[in-house]
């Protein structure tokens, strides 16, 4: 019996095989997708989102310099890091920085710092700094305007002085030797007052930096006396004008300079942003931080920041220590630690030492003092870390391990959250305006840049103290914009991933 073939029942069949093949590749190819291998994955850790509160078990996919995937589920990389009961951070981000070099970021990085910037003082020269930075830097960097410099260089008299500087600076780079002896030739202007007619100078100068990419003005006030109070009014109303902040070292110590950096503010609409509180409020720290906080409440756009040390530290030779210091600071020499020795001085050393010019150490807080800055909610933690040498203040190195291991785990003064959006999401909002780029920064979501900090909460402490530096410990791995530059505890050599953060005004 022969069969009778039925060509539309084949022709049925061959349609519904063609459709099925189409939905194994479409499936394939979805798989193919979901199967991406990532540059790098960090897994099992607790990631924390400070924005959004967020805080699990996840799986970070990190692809180029962006993280590209956040998820519970596994995924595969090219490299992994096991995270596995340790805390995924976005990396902390320091608004507050004089050390600048490789040898300080060294210490800084090993304390979960990803990003360094020096917003007090400032940088002058900034697109020189910037060049000779770029492509040499373990941690993101960036810089303000320094009114100190400014204000100098609007004074006919030490014009001369800032040409040899610029020279020094192209000839010879940063580190050149001959801008140490320039310092102390413009030293002078800080007991001098600025003409009105230099105004427009100054202004100049302002935009020219701001092109090159300077985030604010940076005004420490307390540094230079000679100043009136109408001259810092007009550098606030130029920060106005161009939306930029202001991050102020107010003038002396106590309500008196901090009242008057907040009326500025108040009444030419800058932005401000007051530095260490704890050590320029003394005892008053919870009246500064009351005062912030009313600010806030009431539409001003005023931040501030803490360290957590009991000792302060600056150069012998400044204004601060001009005759009265010992009844401004309620201290006295023995208070006062000569950082390259570690001892402390006299009345006969402390003469010796300031003719001399260097850092000394100046022992003048209490503790509850530090507890009520660090734990106020509308601090932010800044290390004020200083330049690199051996016998440096602490805070150079362990700022922000000091902060998670002491005030966090053992003190409990505030949560593991709080501290982490101090170090993080706060002062990356505190630049958002003036750089847009710090909105992918302080932040662990798709999108965000791959600057993370991955630490163990259980360990993590400074161990720098006043005799020395020390790198702090329980920081385990840190990445900067993808690259990982510390693995297991140790800095990985040669790596310079850092990039300069700047303002919207670059050109």
């Known amino acids: 019996m022969k069969t009778k073939l039925n060509f539309k029942y084949l022709n049925f069949r061959t349609d519904i095989m063609k459709k099925l093949q189409l939905i194994i590749c479409i499936c394939f190819l979805i798989t193919t997708v979901y199967a991406q291998t990532y540059d790098i994955v960090v897994f099992g850790g607790t990631v924390i989102d400070p924005e959004t509160n967020f805080s699990a078990i996840r799986n970070v996919g990190i692809s180029g310099e962006q993280i590209a995937e956040i998820t519970s589920e596994p995924i595969t990389g090219k490299r992994t890091i096991d995270a596995t009961g340790l805390v995924v951070s976005p990396g902390f981000i320091d608004l507050h920085v004089h050390g600048m070099t490789n040898d300080a970021h060294r210490y800084q990085v090993r304390d979960g710092v990803t990003t360094a910037l020096e917003l007090e003082s400032g940088i002058p020269f900034l697109s020189a700094w910037i060049k000779e930075k770029s492509g040499n830097s373990i941690v993101n960097f960036g810089a303000t305007i320094p009114h100190m410099a400014v204000r100098s260089m609007a004074m006919e008299q030490y014009s001369a002085f800032f040409d040899e500087a610029q020279k020094a600076i192209s000839e010879e780079g ?90 500025n503010a108040t009444a030419s609409g800058a932005s401000l942003h007051i530095v260490h509180a704890n050590s320029l409020s003394l005892g008053e720290i919870a009246l500064t931080l009351d005062m912030v906080q009313s600010a806030q409440a009431n539409g001003l756009d005023i931040t501030t920041e803490v360290y957590p040390y009991t000792a302060a530290s600056t150069s012998l030779e400044s204004s601060i220590f001009d005759e009265g210091w010992q009844e401004m600071l309620s201290i006295s020499y023995e208070d006062l630690q000569w950082e390259s020795t570690g001892e402390r001085l006299t009345k006969e050393t402390f003469d010796r030492y300031r003719k001399e010019g260097g850092i000394v150490i100046i022992h003048m807080m209490k503790p509850e003092w530090i507890i009520k800055g660090v734990s106020h909610p509308v601090a932010m933690i800044g290390s004020d870390g200083m330049p690199y040498a051996p016998k440096a203040h602490p805070r150079t190195a362990g700022t922000f391990s000091r902060v998670l291991g002491k005030y966090v785990r053992e003190e409990k003064a505030l949560t593991l959250m709080d501290a982490i959006k101090k170090m993080t999401i706060m002062p990356a909002t505190r630049l958002e305006k003036v750089s847009p780029m710090m909105s992918r920064k302080g932040r662990l979501q798709i999108g965000a840049d791959a600057d993370i900090t991955i630490f163990d909460p259980k360990t993590i402490v400074d161990k720098a103290d006043f005799k020395g530096l020390q790198y702090s410990v329980g920081v385990k791995h840190v990445l900067i914009n993808g690259v990982q530059v510390v693995e297991h505890e140790t800095i990985i050599e040669n790596v310079f991933p850092g990039k300069a953060i700047v303002s919207k005004f670059k050109r």
Request: hydrophobic share 40%.
């Open 174 to 263: 940063y580190s050149s030797p001959r801008l140490a002896k320039l310092q102390i030739n413009l030293g002078r202007s800080a007991y001098q007052s600025l003409d009105e007619s230099a105004y427009g100078k100054v202004e100049s100068i302002v935009n020219q930096e701001l092109e090159a990419g300077a985030l604010g003005i940076g005004v420490p006030v307390g540094y230079y006396p000679g100043s009136t109070a109408g001259e810092i009014f007009h550098i606030y109303k130029i920060a106005a004008a161009y939306k930029v902040p202001i991050f102020s070292h107010t003038r002396g110590f106590g309500m008196q300079g901090i009242q008057e950096a907040i009326a």
